[in-house]
């Protein structure tokens, strides 16, 4: 029994240590206890760790460095959104007329004059096809011609479809021939060399409109504006008139009223495009009917020769003056 007894002290006192070094963690004094191999399996939380309850192999937790994953101070940016200021709306003037600087001012149509004087300011001289120059002051147009002016042959071959042609002994030249852009060519060319830059082509009516924008095309290619001339009068008015190098209308007694007129640049694109009633002899009566009605529409003017057929030009209706752009927006605002 006491040998018994003996032997089961001897193995306590053996396995003591033993079981002693089972619960103990191995020191490792080259390991720091922040090192991630201690904590190889563990998962990672994204969110604040809570503080462990203390430990003996832990250090106080003053002296514990902040953990890798520690949430940082996030800097908040407030945007303090603008007060919107309302303004009033700017109002921009019609480009077609405040860029047009024929529109509000009366026509002189004296083609039928080789002195058609110095001209005026604020006023549009046409002058004849024997003019070699511009007016001095104002804006001047040429007159031009789709006919043979001075019936020479030159630029055949011709028609004979057109009363007007026979009436003035002009030639009507075929659009078909190498005339037709022959003697268009030879105005423009002096035209340019004078120094004009509107051109009025006369007797369109003679013609289609194809042919009549293919001399407005023409026209443009030498930097010559052109005046649409008795527009009603050609098949195809709205296109003529709706042509971008048309930059004024002129139209005779029996070519139309303002009514009509007003109609045909409104159907064009230009309601705004300023038309000017030009009689002669006769037409004096005319001149006077469509007065009143022309004073309804915007950018329309009568005058009449009494010097024969376009010697001079008394005003019976003038265009109104177009007011600035600066004027225009005071008054709007």
Same mark, same amino acid.
């Given at each position: @029994?006491?040998?018994?007894?003996?032997?089961?002290?001897?193995?306590? &006192?053996?396995?003591?240590?033993?079981?002693?070094? @089972?619960? $103990? =963690?191995?020191?490792?004094?080259?390991?720091?206890?922040?090192?991630?191999?201690?904590?190889?399996?563990?998962?990672?939380?994204?969110?604040? =760790?809570?503080?462990?309850?203390?430990?003996?192999? /832990?250090?106080?937790?003053?002296?514990?460095?902040?953990?890798?994953?520690?949430? =940082?101070?996030?800097?908040?940016?407030?945007?303090?959104? %603008? &007060?919107? %200021? #309302?303004?009033?709306?700017?109002?921009?003037?019609?480009?077609?007329?405040?860029?047009?600087?024929?529109?509000?001012?009366?026509?002189?149509?004296?083609? +039928?004059?080789?002195?058609?004087?110095?001209?005026?300011?604020?006023? #549009? &001289?046409?002058?004849?096809?024997?003019?070699?120059?511009?007016?001095?002051? +104002?804006?001047? *147009?040429?007159?031009?011609?789709?006919?043979?002016?001075?019936?020479?042959? =030159?630029? +055949?071959?011709?028609?004979?479809?057109?009363?007007?042609?026979?009436?003035?002994?002009?030639?009507?030249?075929?659009?078909?021939?190498?005339?037709?852009?022959?003697?268009?060519?030879? %105005?423009?060319?002096?035209?340019?060399?004078?120094?004009?830059?509107?051109?009025?082509?006369?007797?369109?009516?003679?013609?289609?409109?194809?042919?009549?924008? +293919?001399? @407005?095309?023409?026209?443009?290619?030498?930097?010559?504006?052109?005046?649409?001339?008795?527009?009603?009068?050609?098949?195809?008015? #709205? /296109?003529?008139?709706?042509?971008?190098?048309?930059?004024?209308? *002129?139209?005779? $007694?029996?070519?139309?009223?303002?009514?009509?007129?007003?109609?045909?640049?409104?159907?064009?694109?230009?309601?705004?495009?300023?038309?000017?009633?030009?009689?002669?002899?006769?037409?004096?009566?005319?001149?006077?009917?469509?007065?009143?009605?022309?004073?309804?529409?915007?950018? @329309?003017?009568?005058?009449?020769?009494?010097?024969?057929?376009?010697?001079?030009?008394?005003?019976?209706?003038?265009?109104?003056? /177009?007011?600035?752009?600066?004027?225009?927006?005071?008054?709007?605002?």
């Amino acid at each position: @029994m006491l040998k018994l007894l003996a032997g089961a002290l001897a193995g306590v &006192t053996l396995t003591a240590p033993l079981w002693d070094n @089972m619960w $103990k =963690r191995p020191k490792a004094p080259h390991v720091s206890i922040y090192d991630s191999a201690l904590y190889a399996g563990q998962q990672e939380s994204n969110i604040k =760790r809570q503080e462990r309850a203390a430990a003996a192999w /832990e250090p106080p937790w003053y002296d514990r460095c902040v953990p890798e994953n520690y949430p =940082r101070r996030v800097h908040l940016v407030i945007f303090t959104p %603008q &007060t919107r %200021q #309302v303004t009033a709306p700017v109002r921009v003037p019609d480009r077609s007329t405040s860029l047009n600087p024929l529109t509000g001012k009366p026509l002189r149509y004296l083609i +039928g004059t080789d002195s058609a004087g110095t001209g005026h300011d604020n006023e #549009v &001289t046409e002058v004849s096809y024997n003019a070699t120059a511009p007016v001095k002051r +104002g804006i001047s *147009i040429a007159y031009g011609n789709l006919f043979d002016e001075r019936n020479t042959g =030159r630029y +055949g071959p011709y028609l004979h479809t057109s009363d007007t042609a026979k009436q003035y002994n002009e030639g009507q030249i075929d659009p078909r021939g190498a005339g037709w852009e022959k003697n268009l060519r030879e %105005q423009f060319e002096r035209r340019k060399k004078q120094g004009f830059e509107y051109i009025e082509l006369d007797n369109p009516d003679a013609y289609s409109s194809r042919d009549v924008i +293919g001399a @407005m095309d023409l026209a443009a290619s030498y930097g010559l504006k052109i005046i649409a001339k008795n527009p009603l009068l050609v098949k195809g008015a #709205v /296109e003529y008139v709706a042509h971008p190098n048309v930059y004024a209308i *002129i139209v005779e $007694k029996g070519a139309g009223n303002p009514r009509e007129m007003d109609a045909l640049r409104k159907k064009a694109g230009k309601p705004d495009l300023p038309v000017w009633f030009v009689a002669f002899g006769s037409g004096r009566s005319w001149a006077g009917s469509i007065a009143d009605a022309a004073k309804q529409h915007r950018h @329309m003017g009568v005058t009449y020769s009494s010097a024969g057929e376009y010697g001079n030009a008394i005003d019976i209706v003038i265009p109104p003056a /177009e007011r600035s752009a600066s004027a225009a927006t005071a008054s709007a605002n």
